[in-house]
């Protein structure tokens, strides 16, 4: 495998939107996404591959060896958090082109057309930063989330889905391929592979994870000339939320929960005026979905009455619930083997963090795969991983992606989700 040229693509694509500390901030259909896009397209057309774009901005370079076959999909997502780090996610776009050109070429050179076609994938707005929920692309493709309801969505400034692709070119009219597997490598975002030295995470469920929109209505008012018994202040009341949010975590064992607030809109945002809105988005998480269940029914009872004890209003909403999702286990078994072959060490994980498998594998038997991070730091421009295990990666995403076309886990099935409400 050419790791020269991997790693050349993926240090390329790290100065599309670079920041000024070694991040990238690439939010989903924004002008430096564009630019991500028209790289990704460029070089699946000069590979000589099919480009498609569905019409939720998903684009897939598809490589036909076998007219009429369904395809194994590999690939992740371009787009970035604001500030974000370099790696998540454009690690795992680049690595499955370069898998899939490996493949291609091996096929060229004598190798049997294989059960099934290849596509690569870059999946839209896989973060959610910019416009909510997260793991937008793939989950509209699986049919978890409706096309149009997606595509009006609109980002803080009023700007819709459907408006910012039109706006760069990418909201496509083409149907995706018809899917037999799929595979994805992505950084750990946490410690574990770092930790105990393992080289490949073999990712075998989801966490329980879901979301809170709150709105907190006081009354706005003139901070200098209004009474403090006469205020009605929702930055005040949203503040003390934000901390409740935080403090559920330690009703539980340690690190069972994870939750934080990481977005506020404050209404009208002057110095001289009460606040009257709030606007939050609280994220929480378990691998246990009784823990998410039980923090979220005693922050809406502490809510409510903290709402009495201010007389304001909050209103709360639950948003983007997401199951545990459990890998199929002959996944598993075929990448354990894969990297067992490859001389690579490897290990069993979870993932806490969202990504663009768990919503395929509701509709395709799907392969998640963990390279280590550094300081399991993310969605932060600290983010890092090494050359080397970028390049062991992309040997094992290849490995794994010539079982699948060569039909592994063709008869394999999606399996139920678990901890729904
Ligand atoms: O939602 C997630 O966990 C992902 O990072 N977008
Ligand atoms: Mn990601
Ligand atoms: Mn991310």
Same mark, same amino acid.
């Given at each position: ?50 480009? #498609?774009?569905?019409? @939720? ?16 999909? @590999? ?18 776009? !680049? ?153 559920? %975590?330690? *009703? ?12 506020? %809109? ?38 409510? !009455?903290?709402? #009495? ?37 490897? #290990? ?26 550094? *300081? ?17 990666? !992309?040997?094992?995403? %290849?490995?794994?992606? #010539? ?19």
């Amino acid at each position: 495998m050419n790791s020269a040229a991997f790693l050349e693509d993926f240090h390329h694509v790290a100065t599309i939107g670079a920041t000024s500390n070694n991040g990238v901030d690439r939010q989903a259909a924004t002008a430096e996404d564009a630019q991500t896009r028209d790289w990704f397209a460029g070089w699946v057309r000069d590979a000589g591959w099919e480009l #498609r774009v569905d019409g @939720i901005g998903n684009m897939f370079g598809l490589l036909e060896w076998t007219p009429g076959a369904p395809y194994v999909l @590999i690939g992740s997502h371009l787009d970035s958090q604001p500030l974000g780090g370099r790696f998540d996610g454009a690690y795992g776009v !680049v690595a499955a082109m370069h898998a899939a050109r490996r493949l291609d070429a091996e096929i060229a050179e004598g190798g049997a057309a294989p059960r099934f076609n290849l596509a690569v994938v870059n999946w839209f707005n896989e973060e959610g930063g910019r416009f909510a929920p997260s793991i937008m692309g793939s989950s509209v493709f699986a049919g978890l989330l409706p096309r149009e309801r997606m595509l009006d969505v609109a980002d803080l400034q009023g700007i819709t889905v459907r408006e910012a692709l039109d706006g760069i070119g990418y909201l496509g009219t083409s149907e995706g391929p018809d899917v037999a597997s799929y595979a994805e490598i992505h950084i750990e975002q946490g410690r574990i592979l770092e930790r105990e030295g393992i080289t490949i995470g073999l990712v075998d469920s989801s966490w329980y994870t879901q979301k809170l929109d709150i709105e907190v209505l006081g009354e706005q008012s003139h901070t200098g000339a209004t009474a403090m018994a006469d205020r009605h202040d929702a930055l005040v009341a949203a503040s003390k939320i934000i901390l409740m949010v935080h403090d559920v %975590t330690q *009703d539980f064992a340690d690190e069972a929960l994870v939750s934080s607030v990481g977005q506020l %809109t404050l209404e009208p945002n002057s110095p001289i005026v009460v606040a009257r809105r709030v606007h939050l988005v609280a994220d929480l998480r378990s691998g246990d979905p009784d823990i998410v269940k039980a923090a979220r029914a005693k922050l809406i009872a502490d809510i409510d !009455v903290l709402a #009495r004890a201010h007389d304001i209003k909050v209103n709360v909403k639950d948003f983007d619930i997401r199951p545990i999702r459990r890998f199929p286990e002959a996944g598993l078994e075929l990448a354990d083997k894969v990297a067992a072959d490859l001389g690579l060490s490897s #290990r069993r994980i979870q993932t806490m963090a969202g990504h663009d498998s768990v919503a395929m594998n509701t509709v395709a038997p799907s392969v998640m795969l963990f390279i280590p991070s550094v *300081d399991g730091v993310s969605h932060c421009e600290r983010e890092f991983t090494t050359d080397a295990d970028m390049v062991t990666g !992309v040997d094992m995403l %290849t490995g794994v992606a #010539r079982q699948l076309i060569g039909g592994a886990l063709a008869e394999s099935s999606p399996r139920p989700a678990e901890g729904v409400a």
